[in-house]
Structure formats: structure tokens, C-alpha cells
């Protein structure tokens, strides 16, 4: 129950959502809603105005025009379920195949998601490995901001006050490219306890070109796991460079520790499910 009172209004356009969520000191974006309506539930979140954007037909939708744009009210299950997603960005159409449960994929929202900013969100992992670019609007005008600048921390981003997330854009990747997600579940929620996306390019002589790792759930923000994507660079991807690589994914990171799991527990997770994604990623490269 939400115990608070609270106005309604519902946006029918960006400027019109930026004007409305400038107009009150504590103001909050409706999207999917499952990241909010449960916080005011709780009463850990108390806005005195809701501004509903889900009726903004311009956020929804992926594009592909050589790199590949998504709305920020398109569903997990449509991303899910697009084909060039599947196919170019299988990481995070794994990640958004593994979003909580039906009901929870069919309302809940990429750019929700991403804006909320929980620990345990599985595409924000993928945004960071695929090097996504952000795009935010608000009373300053359009501003970009790249993935690995985005998160800040637990339920913290670099959006700034009165800004709304509206795209996510996805570089095209090269040939050679494959990508995979790989995660253990909270048998609960479906959140993360650790969630890996590996994107992984093969050079024509059979060699890694380039590796990028994502990690979710292990801290209190998503990272890149870079030592890892070292020791994988320049070579074959046996089974051998595989598992140095998954010794390194949480290397220089706060692993978190709570009633879900210690932070030695989710270092092994780790080791286990970069192996799972990496070999994934790889065989898909080398398709």
C-alpha cells in the first residue's frame, strides 16, 4: 500500500516530461514502474508528483541504422525478442531474456532499468561491455553519456536533476564479433547475484582482437572487468586463456557482501560464469 499522498500527470512528449518533472522539488519518472511503485510501497521513495512517460510512442522501439538504438520504454521482451538484437547484441538479448519473470519483461523497461540503477540489474552489464552511449534531455538540453560514466552506485547515475534517459545507442559491432550474458539468478527476485556479459572480436588468423567484460550484481555498481579483458587480448581463446581471465574478472573491485551471498562467494560465481559467457562469446565469434 502506498501510504503517501501524490499527484498524477501523464506526458505527452520529452519537453513536456522535462517541464513536468522541473515543476516540483521531488518529482519522479513513471516508466514500467516496477522499480518505483515498489519503493513508494516500502515508502523508501515519496515523490509529490508522478509524471507518467509511457504514453511518449517516440521512446519505444529498436533502430538499426548501422548502430542500433532503443527507446528507453522499450520492454526487456522486446528487446528479447528483435531479431538484429538477437543477432548483434546477443548479450543483451540474453540479459533481457533473464529479467525477472514474464509479467516483469512484458512492462518493465530498458531505460528504467538502467536509470534506476540497481546493483543487481542484468543490462546494465552489457551496456557497459557493448560500450553504449546514453542519451539524456532535461532543462539544459541534450547531453550524451557513455555507459562507463554512467554508474555512480547503488541506485545512483550521472543523470542530473530534471534529466530523463530517453535512448540507448549501441555501436555496430565488427565482424567477428560474438557476445554472450551468463548470470546466477536470486532465486527470488531473477535480480543478479553476479551477471557476466562478455563481447569478444576475432582477428582472421583465429586470434582476440578485442575482449570487453561486464559484471553486474558482484558490487554496488556495474564495471568493467579490464584485467580480465588483458590477459584475454592477442590470444587464441583456449581453454587456458579462458580460465586466466576468469581468475581476473573481479580483480580491483569491492565485491559486495549481504544476506544473498559474502563477497567470497560471488568471487567464485564470478570465475564460474565469465568461463560460461566467455566460451559463449567465443563460439559465437568464431561461429
Known amino acids: 500500500m502506498i501510504t503517501t499522498p501524490f499527484d498524477?500527470?501523464?506526458?505527452t512528449s520529452v519537453e513536456?516530461?522535462?517541464?513536468?518533472?522541473?515543476?516540483?522539488?521531488?518529482?519522479?519518472?513513471?516508466?514500467?514502474?516496477?522499480?518505483?511503485?515498489?519503493?513508494?510501497?516500502?515508502?523508501?521513495?515519496?515523490?509529490?508528483l508522478l509524471v507518467d512517460i509511457g504514453r511518449i510512442a517516440a521512446l519505444r522501439g529498436v533502430q538499426h541504422d548501422g548502430e542500433i538504438t532503443i527507446?528507453?520504454?522499450?520492454?526487456?521482451?522486446?528487446?528479447?525478442?528483435?531479431?538484429t538484437c538477437r543477432s548483434r547484441l546477443t548479450a543483451l538479448s540474453d540479459a533481457a531474456a533473464s529479467v525477472g519473470d514474464v509479467q516483469v519483461r512484458g512492462?518493465?523497461?530498458?531505460?528504467?532499468?538502467?536509470?534506476?540503477?540497481?546493483?543487481?540489474?542484468?543490462?546494465?552489464?552489457?551496456?557497459?561491455?557493448?560500450?553504449a552511449t546514453f542519451r539524456a534531455v532535461?532543462?539544459?538540453?541534450?547531453?550524451?553519456?557513455?555507459?562507463?560514466?554512467?554508474?555512480?552506485?547503488?541506485?545512483?547515475?550521472a543523470l542530473a536533476r530534471g534529466e530523463i534517459l530517453v535512448s540507448i545507442r549501441f555501436p555496430a559491432p565488427p565482424p567477428g564479433t560474438g557476445s554472450a550474458y551468463a548470470k546466477a539468478p536470486h532465486?527470488?527476485?531473477?535480480?543478479?547475484?553476479?551477471?557476466?556479459?562478455?563481447?569478444?572480436?576475432?582477428?582472421?588468423?583465429?586470434?582476440?582482437?578485442?575482449?570487453?567484460?561486464?559484471?553486474?550484481?558482484?558490487?554496488?555498481?556495474?564495471?568493467?572487468?579490464?584485467?580480465?579483458e588483458r590477459v584475454l587480448a592477442g590470444t587464441k581463446g583456449d581453454a587456458a586463456a579462458i580460465a586466466a581471465a576468469?581468475?581476473?574478472?573481479?580483480?580491483?573491485?569491492?565485491?559486495s557482501s549481504d544476506l544473498v551471498a559474502s563477497a567470497e562467494f560471488r568471487s567464485q560465481l564470478l570465475i564460474v560464469h565469465a568461463r560460461r559467457a566467455l566460451r559463449r562469446a567465443l563460439e559465437a565469434a568464431k561461429g
Not at 498524477?8 to 506526458?11: C, D, F, G, L, N
Not at 576468469?246 to 565485491?255: D, F, Q, T, Y
Open 8 to 11: 498524477y500527470r501523464s506526458a
Open 16 to 48: 513536456e516530461a522535462v517541464r513536468l518533472l522541473g515543476s516540483s522539488p521531488d518529482a519522479r519518472i513513471l516508466a514500467g514502474g516496477h522499480s518505483l511503485l515498489p519503493l513508494m510501497k516500502l515508502g523508501l521513495a515519496q515523490p509529490s
Open 71 to 83: 527507446g528507453a520504454l522499450t520492454t526487456h521482451q522486446t528487446i528479447a525478442d528483435d531479431a
Open 107 to 131: 512492462r518493465g523497461t530498458i531505460g528504467g532499468s538502467l536509470a534506476h540503477a540497481d546493483p543487481g540489474a542484468d543490462e546494465p552489464a552489457c551496456a557497459l561491455a557493448f560500450d
Open 138 to 157: 532535461g532543462p539544459k538540453g541534450d547531453r550524451a553519456i557513455a555507459a562507463r560514466d554512467f554508474f555512480k552506485g547503488a541506485l545512483e547515475t
Open 187 to 228: 532465486p527470488a527476485s531473477g535480480f543478479a547475484i553476479v551477471g557476466v556479459a562478455a563481447v569478444v572480436t576475432v582477428a582472421k588468423d583465429g586470434t582476440i582482437e578485442r575482449a570487453a567484460i561486464g559484471v553486474t550484481g558482484a558490487a554496488d555498481r556495474p564495471f568493467r572487468a579490464t584485467a580480465a
Open 246 to 255: 576468469a581468475a581476473k574478472v573481479g580483480e580491483g573491485a569491492r565485491l
